[in-house]
């Protein structure tokens, strides 16, 4: 069967396949009255009309068309599912509002949807009462500072104002007006919150500066407009997590991270072994950390010398010499130590590494292990002739690790057309290196999932091709 | 009176744990105080795992000699049929197990025996007995009853049936295995891949992490998290296929299904629906993503619409004080 040539033809032959899924896919291309016959098809029996509703890979369009639905079942379906576009949220809030009974429970939907407009927000910001959809548009990402100012404006005495002043504290898009606001009025909580928020205004820090609360403390010891002298302060601070968050600070100066490195708990010092500006003093005392957690975070830590790496990838503890392995700048001669390691998850991490060679890679094929082996298969540096004959593997996870594989040739992967799990089938549909002609019979593949994304794949041609 | 025949599974000289189950399923089929629960175990070495055996249920326990140590298709069907005609029993319980898949089916259809796979439910609804299993990919609950059919063969589901506390004190005795012509020969015990990880099927507090974790190098924090929590750290198809955690810790149609999980916390899980198909049954799933629209909630028990590191950093602190 040859390749459809043009929109008409494909939303035919999905027509003709008689499956709502392969209709829902070639929706948005289909011509008035192509769009009629997919419709019937789609929406002709309500068990696929309330499938597609709730279909979390459903297209935008076809939740459009169904959003005209009075079915009350299918209308809750398209307020919870997150490809319903705006415009059909936005005529779903319309319509619900014009009912005699309209109800809490589906405005609080459309309050949390992603896709709700700024004008719907508003609205629901400005005139309703319910608690619920209230503090649903307080965390919805949608909303902008105008929205969150009316929200705590309109219930600055209100029993729900505790609740909409933690969750717009913690809105990226909250103002740093309004977080002044907030800090002037919120628990110590809801302070903590503005402390750490991006938009926190300098006045603020310096406020909070004369806090002693440790969730202020916490959020403060983050902050990277802090002085050496606070930071220096903060990091003799009696809470770990205080401590942990200057750890963390990137404008902590080398005495802090040196005081650190020697700190009474070991979460701290694992959080200076991943910084990236250690001394080598600093290095050599984690080097020997007898937290095996520290150790791993610095094998991990790309800025340490060959010596660190050498050292480490003799450590005693597999999760140390497997930090070494996956380390990006591990050099290749330690990969060929480490990949005759008796731990397999070792093994497994010089199979992932894309520095390991070709003909390391063709050894570690001889592994039993299946992780090993989906490494190999996964790395771009494998021999083409290997990743042919992993595609045979018994093993799925093997077989996915070739699909995975950026370097996988066309002819590498046509046999893995016709493997027995649908997923691999899927995901081959998208990928640049087959042809259309070699994707074109999963059109008509025998699982939905798998017909759905071929037709939707090719009806992209016609929609690139018509804009 | 009337036998309940449980066939006990065994590999590597260990009793497997959903004998104990099996023993526990049998136990809520009795009818009558006269009723007996006789536990049959086969293999070479039969007679070392009768300490074991005497649980609490058992009535009890046959050995039956065999000239092979570990699973034999054509050995156990032949032992399981000759016990069946000796014994009589209502019931033959099995596991649903890859070793019942090799002989269970054949042996009910040979001698006309009523039968039921993978059986989650069973139990006596008056005089009748009917077993409950999946259908259409456990989307719908199928009731099975048998007409007509005096002994029942049913494979029954692991981590169901939660095994009985106690010891008891069964009679022991041996039973003959009849003349049989294995087709197989066992070689050699080869370990799957990654096999000296745990077995993420057999653990009952799950931490499992998916996309929403980011970068790899936040899997170790989460790792930490898991092990002060007292949690198994597992993960959706995506980590494993980064290799960012072992094969053998996914969670899912790709991977496994966490049959004895009890408490599942998914952290950074959308939810597909492969994924859920891995732990969907679990009693108590707590479910934390920024998404409040995400799948996952669908199921939970717990939702948590917030970030998993903010949930880290808290549940740690938590933990630690």
Not at chain 2, 37 to 61: C, H, P, R
Request: hydrophobic fraction near 40%.
């Amino acid at each position: 069967m040859r390749v459809a040539n043009s929109a008409t033809a494909l939303v035919d032959l999905a027509l003709k396949a008689g499956d709502s899924y392969s209709a829902a896919a070639v929706y948005s291309i289909a011509e008035s009255k192509q769009k009629h016959q997919l419709k019937e098809l789609m929406f002709g029996k309500r068990r696929d009309a309330l499938a597609l509703a709730r279909w979390e890979h459903t297209p935008a369009s076809v939740l459009e068309a169904l959003c005209s639905a009075s079915d009350d079942a299918i209308v809750v379906r398209l307020d919870k599912n997150q490809n319903t576009p705006t415009l059909a949220i936005s005529k779903l809030y319309v319509a619900e509002n014009q009912r005699s009974k309209s109800s809490a429970s589906l405005t609080v939907l459309v309050a949390q949807h992603r896709h709700a407009s700024l004008s719907v927000l508003k609205n629901i910001a400005q005139f309703e009462d319910d608690e619920a959809s209230l503090l649903a548009v307080s965390k919805n990402l949608a909303a902008n500072s105008e929205v969150l100012s009316i929200l705590l404006d309109r219930f600055e005495s209100s029993s729900i104002l505790a609740a909409l002043q933690k969750n717009i504290s913690e809105h990226p898009s909250t103002s740093p007006q309004l977080l002044e606001q907030l800090y002037e009025k919120g628990d110590v909580y809801v302070k903590a919150a503005v402390i750490g928020h991006a938009n926190c205004p300098l006045q603020l820090i310096d406020k909070a500066l004369l806090e002693e609360n440790v969730f202020i403390q916490r959020q403060l010891a983050a902050d990277k407009r802090l002085n050496n002298e606070v930071i220096s302060r903060l990091s003799l601070h009696q809470d770990k997590s205080v401590r942990c968050a200057v750890a963390s600070n990137a404008i902590a100066s080398n005495d802090v991270i040196k005081l650190l490195a020697v700190d009474e708990s070991d979460v701290v010092r694992r959080v200076i072994a991943s910084r990236l500006d250690l001394t080598s003093h600093v290095i050599s005392r984690l080097m020997n950390d007898q937290d095996v957690w520290v150790r791993q975070k610095l094998a991990r830590n790309p800025t340490v010398s060959f010596g660190v790496f050498d050292k480490l990838s003799k450590d005693l503890q597999a999760d140390v010499r497997r930090g070494v392995a996956r380390n990006p700048r591990c050099p290749v001669k330690l990969l060929h130590l480490l990949a005759k390691d008796e731990d397999y998850w070792v093994r497994s991490a010089v199979a992932y590494q894309h520095r390991t060679s070709k003909q390391l890679l063709i050894e570690l094929a001889d592994d039993t292990a299946v992780d090993v082996l989906s490494g190999v298969a996964n790395n771009p540096n494998t021999p083409q002739r290997l990743l042919k004959k992993l595609t045979a593997s018994a093993e799925a996870d093997v077989r996915r690790g070739v699909i995975l594989n950026p370097s996988a040739t066309r002819l590498t992967l046509l046999p893995l057309l016709e493997d027995a799990y649908y997923l691999h089938r899927l995901m081959l549909v998208g990928n640049s290196k087959l042809k259309d002609k070699d994707k074109w019979h999963l059109c008509f593949d025998p699982d939905y999932q798998v017909r759905f994304t071929a037709f939707k794949y090719f009806a992209g041609h016609f929609i690139k091709s018509s804009s | 009176m009337s036998t309940i025949l449980v066939i006990a599974e065994h590999r590597r000289n260990e009793l497997r744990p959903v004998t104990f189950e099996l023993i526990s399923a049998a136990q809520g089929l009795k009818k009558s105080a006269d009723d007996k629960v006789v536990v049959a175990v086969i293999g070479s070495q039969a007679e070392t795992y009768t300490a074991a055996l005497s649980v609490s249920g058992v009535d009890e326990i046959l050995t039956i000699p065999a000239p092979v140590s570990e699973f034999d298709p054509d050995v156990y069907e032949a032992a399981v049929s000759a016990l069946i005609e000796a014994k009589n029993p209502s019931v033959a319980l099995l596991p649903h197990s890859v070793d019942s898949l090799g002989y269970a089916a054949t042996l009910a259809s040979k001698a006309g025996y009523g039968f039921a796979t993978d059986v989650f439910i069973v139990e006596y609804q008056g005089n009748d007995l009917v077993a409950t299993r999946g259908g259409y990919n456990q989307k719908v609950n199928v009731e099975v009853d048998f007409p007509g059919k005096s002994v029942v063969v049913m494979t029954i589901r692991a981590s169901v049936f939660k095994p009985l506390e106690g010891s008891g004190s069964p009679t022991v005795s041996n039973f003959d295995l009849p003349a049989v012509q294995s087709r197989s020969q066992n070689k050699e015990f080869v370990e799957q891949g990654g096999g000296n990880d745990i077995d993420i099927t057999t653990v009952d507090f799950i931490m499992s992490i998916g996309r929403g974790i980011g970068e790899e190098t936040n899997v170790e924090q989460f790792r930490e998290l898991a092990e002060t929590a007292g949690a198994t750290l597992c993960c959706s198809r995506p980590i494993a296929d980064a290799g960012w955690l072992p094969k053998s810790r996914q969670v899912g149609q790709s991977g496994k299904v966490v049959g004895s999980c009890k408490l599942y916390v998914a952290l950074g899980i959308s939810g597909s629906i492969q994924h859920m198909a891995g732990m969907k049954h679990v009693p108590t799933i707590v479910a934390i993503n920024t998404d409040p629209s995400a799948s996952i909630f669908t199921i939970a028990k717990y939702g948590i619409v917030a970030d998993i590191f903010d949930f880290e950093e808290e549940l740690n602190s938590q933990l630690a004080a």
